[in-house]
């Protein structure tokens, strides 16, 4: 039974340029979360997908956006790249019902150079 | 603004004795808190989970404590094992969608 994978695992931009990232979830699961690590901190919630739309929405700019696909799967998007950006970012996926746990996928390294 | 907090970046155990984990959290509207454990190159993993309505759960060698007039919630691993080595993430929800996570404990367990 595969778990959340995530693509690429390693992705390196520079300041301005656009960026996306894709999740395929776990087996089972219909809800999409992304979030963001920055170096030394713990994981801060972007936003979550459900039945392809995003349903809560973190801290974080327009820049970032997201979409989800009628089979589960769904991609991040950052458009003007930051330095700042420089993050792991993690998809985690879980089933539609309140406080299902997390799965979380291995993650894309992003690196703004 | 960091609504939960885990004080202690790292804690050193030897093997077969306690680890206990510690988490404070500053939002009261919070009602389910959970543990994930990372490895490396690795993305979280669920351990434990607990409801504001109960003060214990257990599973295994882990059990996480809650106590909600403290704001405060505890992981604890008996008998450690050096298999446990990892950052451990206390994480908190009051929405059953976004967690609100600690900036992790890096726990090494020694033989």
């Known amino acids: 039974d595969a778990g959340v994978t995530q693509s690429p695992t390693h992705l390196i931009k520079t300041r301005g340029q656009q960026v996306t990232l894709r999740c395929s979830p776990k087996?089972?699961?219909?809800?999409v979360s992304w979030y963001q690590q920055a170096l030394g901190q713990g994981p801060q919630f972007i936003f979550q997908?459900?039945?392809?739309?995003?349903?809560q929405r973190g801290n974080f700019p327009d820049r970032f956006s997201g979409h989800q696909f009628p089979n589960y799967s769904s991609e991040l998007n950052v458009n003007a790249l930051l330095l700042g950006d420089s993050a792991l970012y993690l998809c985690?996926?879980?089933?539609?019902?309140?406080?299902?746990?997390?799965?979380f996928g291995n993650g894309t390294r992003l690196t703004v150079t | 603004d960091q609504q939960v907090k885990q004080n202690s970046p790292s804690l050193s155990v030897q093997e077969g004795r306690i680890s206990i984990l510690n988490c404070d959290y500053t939002?009261?509207?919070?009602?389910?808190f959970l543990w994930y454990k990372k490895y490396p190159a690795e993305g979280p993993t669920f351990l434990i989970s607990?409801?504001?309505?109960?003060d214990k759960n257990e599973d295994g060698r882990f059990t996480v404590f809650l106590n909600k007039s403290a704001k405060h919630l505890s992981l604890h691993i008996v008998p450690s094992q050096p298999g446990d080595s990892a950052v451990y993430f206390c994480?908190?929800?009051?929405?059953?969608?976004?967690?609100?996570f600690g900036k992790g404990t890096s726990l090494l367990v020694t033989p």
């Open positions: 985690a996926s879980s089933r539609d019902f309140y406080n299902s746990p997390l799965h």
């Open positions: 087996s089972g699961h219909d809800t």
């Open positions: 997908y459900y039945e392809e739309e995003e349903r």
């Open positions: 939002n009261s509207m919070f009602d389910y």
């Open positions: 607990i409801s504001s309505i109960k």
């Open positions: 994480a908190a929800s009051n929405s059953g969608y976004a967690l609100n």
